[in-house]
């Protein structure tokens, strides 16, 4: 099977060794995703990062030629358990109708201490 990696353009990815997203064959596998804004930036609540999150997932989902409705899980980190309802209301805007598999998660930290959701996704393309 054909395998297409997917740039976000990151200086980070070379370094790091990996893609924004991959598609082999009808599956696509998006990477942990955070609330960067177009200048760099992570501002605002987890709300607002992972309304951010799910536009830049969007935008990977449709350069392997896929669209949100593809999407079969997702998995959601929360550096703080008492904002997963900021989260979960980004998320069910996006996916209320189709419903994929999902887990939600509370970590330690992400990387950066500003990140304050960070957000992958698996999708089959039919």
Do not use: C
Request: charge should be neutral; proline fraction near 2%; hydrophobic fraction near 45%.
């Amino acid at each position: 099977m054909e395998r297409k990696n997917i740039s976000a353009g990151s200086k980070w990815e070379p370094i790091i060794g990996y893609s924004r997203a991959v598609r082999v064959g009808n599956h696509i596998s998006v990477s942990g995703t955070t609330g960067v804004s177009a200048n760099g930036k992570l501002e605002g609540d987890t709300y607002q990062q992972s309304v951010r999150a799910l536009q830049i997932i969007e935008g990977a989902l449709k350069e392997a030629g896929a669209s949100f409705k593809d999407v079969v899980r997702t998995r959601i980190y929360l550096k703080n358990a008492e904002d997963w309802e900021l989260a979960a209301k980004a998320h069910g805007e996006v996916f209320s109708v189709i419903r994929p598999a999902s887990t939600m998660v509370v970590v330690k930290a992400l990387i950066d201490p500003a990140m304050l959701v960070e957000i992958e996704v698996d999708a089959i393309v039919s």
